[in-house]
């Protein structure tokens, strides 16, 4: 099995569908620590990510990206517009013109996804952001993908319930960046906003794949 | 032709007022503001700084008739997400070798690049005159001589000079203005009672009136063409009463 740009579309579908319906959620999350704005800001740009599908449609999975890149880029407003659209766009350039995707291909992706947050945040493991959902993902991704194994669908779910774990694991940190890095030591209990919408944003592409 | 600035801010307008600001100091230079989101929300837009981007590149000669282009832009940025916002931009640029990003604080960065530009700073000069703002932001009163802004040198300057500030205001904002605008165009290190001659924000922080005796030490090729050039303005009480 391989993903294709019908994947694509529908992973970007099912996000824009996952952030209106969390969007109180992440909004809570954010008051607790940070300014509570990130489920107003996710949804509305996955919003505009769906108003551009509607428009045109992407001949690739890595156009979808890239189009999706630059939307969430110039809609999102927050610190998560130019974190994920470099996510991204970063994954769409690992894609290049590739009209299907395999197990390797996507967990290079994913990995050049995570670089690209990384490299745009400048966060850390145990940092208390995104990066503590992509990390593991990406590591569990690899380890489906480099046991031979030719089943995407396989990959996308190691990723999607390492992102989950690894955004519950943000629970007891104390942030390092961001704004919750103000709140110090008041930042631990609580659940950093962008590891949760970024495991949405993973268990999407299960359902897409599905 | 200048070099041309882009400003990054959550804020329009923030971005538009210090513009502004800075456009008094530097007619000549092409000041963009992109400020606040496409739908007038505080935050920022990649499309935004791609459009200032875009037209900064092909707006340099001032009447953006020529399509000669600027001799390059530099960027500057507010709060940490402008700055995450301004490099996804360069990721999108088809030629961003000319686009640099200053690390400054916003308002003394962007008037003292603007003024090192209008002096035809080239786009590394004006990046540096924006970043030494940052040290004389930072740097308590008047007096600097123990400042970090000051270039470190232990060798003899080439050149030296003495002159005495002989109009009414003294060492305000727009003589500093030219002085730091002229010094980031030369290939000079130079000093001025101890703080950084390139920067405006340095200058300032003298605190020098009228009567007030210059010492100007250069470094570099043109030492010589450095000390002249401050000795020349100064003398000239920078051309007020």
Known sequence: M????????????????AMAEHRVELIELDRAIGDSDHGEN????????????????????????KMTAMTLMSKVGGAAGPLYGTAFLRAATALGDSAEIDAAALAAALAAARDGIVARGKAESGDKTMVDAWTPAVDAARAAADGGSTNVLGVLVAAAEAAEAGAVSTDPMVARKGRASYLGERSAGHRDPGAVSSALILRAAVGAAA | MTVSIVVVSHSEKIADGVVELAAQMAPDVVILPAGGTDDGRIGTSLEKVLAALEQAGTSGDGTGTTGMGATGTVVLTDLGSAVMTAESALEFLENPAGVLLADAPLVEGLVAAAVAAQG???????????????GAAAQPGPGGADSGTEPVSSAAPDCTGDFELVNQAGMHARPAAK????????????????????????LMTLGAGKGTV???????????????????????GFGEP
């Open chain 1, 42 to 65: 996710m949804d509305r740009g996955f919003q505009a990510v769906l108003a551009k599908l509607g428009e045109s449609t992407p001949e690739t999975p890595g156009a979808a990206l």
């Open chain 2, 214 to 236: 210059l010492h100007v030490e250069a470094w570099g090729a043109d030492a010589e063409r450095a000390v002249e050039y401050v000795g020349g303005l100064v003398e000239a």
């Open chain 2, 120 to 134: 035809g700073a080239d786009v590394h000069a004006v990046r540096k005159a924006a970043e030494a703002a940052r």
């Open chain 1, 2 to 17: 391989h993903l294709d740009v019908n994947w694509a579309v529908k992973w970007l579908t099912l996000c824009a569908q």
């Open chain 2, 179 to 202: 002085v730091a605008g002229g010094l980031a165009s030369l290939d000079a290190e130079v000093t001025i009672n101890g703080v950084d001659g390139a920067s405006m924000t340095g």
